[in-house]
């Protein structure tokens, strides 16, 4: 089993920043790749930026590209969402997931483990 806890969310205008972090204890961390999604009312879960087990490969929805950076401390157990530019419609409950394949995933089904979320809100 992995715990993971988000924390960083809250309310910030449009254009400014927040970083979200994901806490993990459990097994051990950098057996998982990590995942983070977000979900906005009414709509499905949907993929925001991946990272893999030693942090080395990293992949992003275009809708976030550029504007994000997703990273990870494995000494810390941690993983990170720096997300600047921020804009309305990145309004949403972000989760961070893990998995244990090798190969990260944009797939939520593939990711065993998930976080309680965090509410991220960008007023215009």
């Known amino acids: 089993q992995v715990q993971l806890v988000e924390s960083g969310g809250g309310l910030v205008q449009a254009g400014g920043s927040l970083r979200l972090s994901c806490a993990a204890s459990?097994?051990?961390?950098?057996?998982?790749?990590v995942g983070w999604f977000r979900q906005a009312p009414g709509k499905e879960r949907e993929f925001v930026a991946a990272?893999?087990?030693?942090?080395?490969?990293?992949q992003y929805a275009d809708s976030v590209k550029g504007r994000f950076t997703i990273s990870r401390d494995n000494a810390k157990n941690t993983a990170f969402l720096q997300m600047n530019s921020l804009k309305p419609e990145d309004t949403a409950v972000y989760y961070c997931?893990?998995?244990?394949?090798?190969?990260?995933?944009?797939?939520?089904?593939?990711?065993?483990?998930w976080g309680q979320g965090a509410q991220v809100t960008v007023s215009s």
């Open positions: 997931a893990a998995e244990s394949s090798v190969l990260i995933s944009h797939d939520p089904l593939r990711y065993d483990y």
């Open positions: 990272i893999s087990r030693t942090g080395r490969i990293t």
């Open positions: 459990g097994r051990t961390f950098i057996n998982y790749a």
